[in-house]
């Protein structure tokens, strides 16, 4: 079994019973969450959409399955999660060659980069590409020009038949792709509603992609599922319930001074979940001049890397460290290795990933960085799932705990708001005259 180990979570300044006198508010949580749950606010956790997902996925991974690329065109939740499923459990993908099991490849274009998004045009043949355009909103900027471009690339070479290769992922029944959806009937899947991009790993944005790389989607949804049950059925459980723990105890390191929290994840297939749990921390929690930065760090690579500054830089962080069981695998040193090297032979490679994470894991609480050791049990979709499924609900959990809303990111619309106006987009005269005063502003610049 899956379990969070507890034991080095405290140190002098963030205590014990600062974290139990957050768990009191157990019964009031409970309540709200019960009450949320009943107005359809979290279907991340109630996960009521599960049901239409399986009706309606399988006829869009049948047309997907058809090609040999799948070019994902999304941003921020619409493409995180589906980069993490793609390196945990389609690990052949990085494989020379690139092939995949059965020579499936999933391009992700998370960037406006016009460089990376020319070569690919060069590079994939229409003919053999599958584009999926996932945006909840619909509207998304970076996403939608893409859309633009990758649409005039297919119908160049495919002429009507672009409708073919294109599938979107949107809301229902709002927003430009949605409505792309209708007047050229393309393939399409919805993103239910109030399901924002970071909580949508679990649906068809994250599982289209995943299911198109032979991924066991529906295992991902059973882990999922085993660490929500027990909340949705039973919302006072939540005093119980280790996202929860994991709430009261982020929360408490806030207000103790630990304003770092970094994700350590020594399962290195899992090392992309890194990036999906900081946005998804980060745009939950980072409002009204609160919240705590996450680090996304890899073992064994960032011991060469960042690591002295987690042991021994500003004493501001805290630590989420992710193993699963049985790593020690792999290949065997052989037993003719040069003097000084003779320890390892006989070993699998796999027990310098286990030396180095006790040592790690060690090391850091020995500098007094209050850890929470999540361990799972193995590095399969199930175990993948329920670790998505444990942070999303810690993240929403904090978030009340911290009295700000964890569903929301307003504070991220401004950039976007001053690029549209910088684009030329009518309805921005405030930005606009924003960017005038800024442009007339005289720089300070430093040639180098
Ligand atoms: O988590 C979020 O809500 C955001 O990061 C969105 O996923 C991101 O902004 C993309 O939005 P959309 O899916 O509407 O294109």
């Excluded at 949107?170 to 949605?178: C, I, P, S, V």
């Excluded at 900081?278 to 930065?293: C, D, I, N």
Aim: aromatic content about 8%.
């Amino acid at each position: 079994m899956a379990y969070l180990e507890w034991s080095k979570a405290y140190t002098a300044r963030v205590r014990h019973s600062h974290v139990l006198s957050l768990a009191k508010r157990a019964r009031e949580l409970g309540d709200r969450l019960a009450e949320e749950l009943d107005l359809g606010l979290l279907p991340f956790l109630r996960m009521g959409y599960v049901e239409t997902l399986k009706r309606d996925m399988p006829a869009l991974v049948d047309q997907a399955r058809k090609y040999k690329h799948m070019l994902l065109l999304g941003i921020g939740g619409s493409a995180l999660g589906a980069r993490a499923m793609q390196k945990a459990f389609a690990p052949d993908q990085d494989l020379p060659g690139h092939g995949g099991e059965d020579g499936k490849e999933l391009w992700i274009a998370d960037n406006v980069c016009p460089v990376t998004l020319g070569n690919w045009f060069v590079e994939l043949d229409p003919e053999q590409t599958v584009v999926v355009t996932i945006s909840k909103s619909g509207g998304t900027i970076e996403t939608i020009s893409q859309y633009f471009l990758a649409k005039t690339w297919l119908k160049k070479s495919l002429g009507d038949a672009w409708k073919d290769h294109m599938i979107v992922i949107t809301d229902q029944e709002k927003g430009f792709l949605r409505e792309e959806a209708r007047s050229h009937g393309l393939g399409s899947l919805e993103v239910p509603d109030n399901l924002g991009g970071r909580y949508s790993a679990l649906s068809a944005v994250g599982l289209l992609p995943a299911a198109f790389l032979g991924i066991d989607w529906e295992g991902l949804l059973e882990g999922a599922c085993a660490v929500a049950r027990p909340l949705v059925d039973n919302p006072a459980s939540i005093k119980d319930h280790p996202s929860f723990a994991l709430a009261c105890w982020a929360k408490a390191l806030e207000e103790y001074g630990y304003h770092d929290l970094i994700f350590f994840c020594y399962e290195p297939l899992f090392a992309t979940y890194g990036p999906w749990f900081a946005q998804l921390w980060a745009e939950s929690l980072g409002k009204e001049g609160l919240g705590t930065q996450p680090v996304p760090a890899t073992g064994v690579t960032d011991q060469h890397s960042v690591n002295q500054m987690f042991l021994d830089g500003l004493r501001n962080k805290a630590c989420l460290f992710v193993t699963s069981k049985n790593r020690i695998g792999g290949p065997t040193f052989p037993h003719d290795l040069p003097a000084g090297w003779e320890f390892l032979a006989g070993k699998p490679f796999g027990a310098l990933l286990e030396a180095e994470a006790m040592g790690t894991r060690m090391a850091l609480t020995m500098h007094d960085v209050p850890l929470v050791h999540i361990c799972l049990d193995d590095a399969s979709e199930r175990s993948g799932g329920r670790l998505m499924m444990l942070l999303e609900a810690a993240t929403v959990f904090t978030g009340w705990l911290m009295g700000i809303n964890p569903l929301d990111q307003p504070a991220v619309e401004l950039g976007k708001r001053l690029a549209n106006a910088r684009l030329g987009k009518p309805g921005y005269p405030q930005e606009e005259a924003s960017l005038k005063a800024a442009l007339a502003e005289e720089e300070q610049r430093q040639d180098f």
